[in-house]
């Protein structure tokens, strides 16, 4: 069967780009190996938040006095979390499922590789394309010191489906799907280590909210290990002895644990493509694109965590749409990567955009820095959660906003506000003066902007 487009992998990157390919009039299909929706919706972003979500609907139960509720007899039940959670998942594997039919985008279920002369193959039968984008996605990083076993060295698919809670777990890797897991199994009541490699954890941070990240898991109760790496992990009947390099006083020490969580990042799905048949280029990892995501093979192209960039879902989004405009013709934007907002679902929870203070000065930039404590602020204060704070790296002599980086309650919901004004070559003067809504955490956006002008009324 002939199409216009055939997009291989049906992640945030790969659904989006079939949608868009059938609007822009495209007969298009979409080839998926497991789940619709990719790891994504299947097994990272969204069913971890769910998960998430029931741990803090756990704290708030068990905190309930605190806010004048009586509450007994609170208990947190993994396999019924770990239910709801796999049934958010189904809903939004659903979900794709109905978006992709809406927009009559066939798709073929089956594991594919890309041929020479626009084929692609599914297991045996060819299918031909004039365009065929390849949005494979990535999976767990295995370490040599960590082999995971799936029972007591697990990756982030055995962790979200985990039926019995351990009472101790060790998670290597503190990015966000390690912090994210770390906060939810310490939350539920697993005695947690968190290792990580860098000076810091949440190392891609800004060195104050990783500062405050580790203040509140400590808090919880969370053993935080900066500066420290896995040497080997020795397993005895149903414990783990792992061994735990000192990096800066180069000591070693055991750490007794049930279970081992290996979060040391992700590696792209490339095996068995045919780029080698085909002539696509590609190293270490990456397949080599230009700015609009085609490959040194014309007719060809790759988006997502399979070429360089943030891997992340709404980026892969973001490089799909401007992959099939320009495939059919239109005029589009480049993503824009210095403008890409990360965020981390921990209680409190990380997002940011833009320069840290530390970068923007490396960069040679005069700044000027303000900041907003959330425990000034009424509605945190209300809500009984006032870690953490607003930071602003702001240009002194154009006042350009270099970058934003919070951490706090829902801080996730308010990134994108700095985003969009950067995307907009809004000022930092400008985003102080616009009126925001009282009693919002918003606010402290604006109270960090006007702090960084000695202007601030709260802070």
Not at 144 to 152: A, I, L, N, T
Not at 199 to 218: C, G, K, T, W, Y
Not at 352 to 381: C, D, P, Q
Request: hydrophobic residues 40%.
């Amino acid at each position: 069967m002939k199409y216009d487009l055939i997009v291989i992998g049906s992640g945030p990157g790969g659904y989006v780009a079939a949608v868009k390919g059938s609007q822009l009039g495209m007969k298009t299909a979409v080839v998926e190996r497991e789940n619709l929706g990719g790891i994504c919706l299947n097994w990272g972003c969204i069913p971890t938040k769910a998960l998430l979500k029931s741990a803090q609907a756990f704290n708030y139960a068990k905190h309930a006095a605190a806010y004048g509720v009586k509450a007994e007899g609170v208990e947190a039940d993994i396999n019924a979390m770990v239910d709801r959670s796999r049934g958010v998942a189904q809903t939004m594997n659903k979900g794709v499922e109905f978006l992709l039919k809406k927009n009559n985008v066939d798709v073929i279920m089956g594991n594919a590789k890309v041929k020479p002369g626009h084929v692609v193959d599914v297991d045996g039968t060819d299918y031909e394309a004039d365009h065929i984008i390849i949005a494979t996605g990535a999976r767990s990083r295995v370490m040599p010191s960590m082999p995971q076993d799936g029972r007591h060295i697990i990756g982030y698919r055995e962790a979200m489906t985990l039926r019995e809670q351990p009472q101790r777990m060790l998670v290597c890797g503190s990015g966000a799907i390690g912090s994210e897991f770390a906060y939810f199994y310490q939350s539920i009541g697993t005695q947690v280590t968190l290792v990580e490699f860098m000076p810091q954890i949440l190392p891609n941070e800004d060195e104050e909210v990783a500062a405050q990240m580790s203040r509140s898991f400590r808090k919880m109760g969370m053993k935080v290990m900066p500066s420290c790496s896995v040497e080997k992990v020795d397993v005895d009947g149903d414990v783990c002895h792992v061994t735990v390099k000192d990096l800066k006083k180069n000591t070693e020490t055991v750490v007794d644990v049930d279970v081992v969580l290996s979060a040391v990042g992700v590696v792209t799905n490339l095996e068995n493509l045919g780029l080698d048949e085909t002539g696509i280029r590609y190293e270490r990892g990456k397949i080599e694109v230009d700015d609009y995501y085609c490959t040194n093979v014309p007719g060809y192209y790759a988006i997502g965590d399979v070429v360089h960039g943030p891997a992340l879902a709404h980026v892969a989004s973001k490089e799909a749409i401007c992959c099939v405009e320009h495939l059919a013709g239109h005029e589009t934007a480049k993503v824009n990567y210095a403008n890409v907002p990360g965020c981390t679902y921990t209680s409190p929870e990380v997002a940011s955009v833009g320069l840290t203070e530390k970068k923007a000065v490396e960069a040679g930039h005069e700044v000027r820095v303000g900041k907003f404590f959330f425990k000034a602020s009424g509605k945190a204060t209300a809500a009984g959660n006032t870690d953490g704070f607003v930071k602003v790296v702001v240009d002194k002599n154009d006042d350009s906003i270099l970058g934003c980086h919070l951490c706090g309650d829902n801080v996730t919901e308010m990134i994108a506000e700095v985003v969009a004004a950067r995307e907009a070559g809004l000022t930092a003067r400008q985003v102080a003066k616009a009126i925001h809504p009282h009693p919002t955490m918003s606010e402290g956006v604006m109270e960090a902007f006007e702090a960084a002008y000695g202007e601030a009324i709260h802070g």
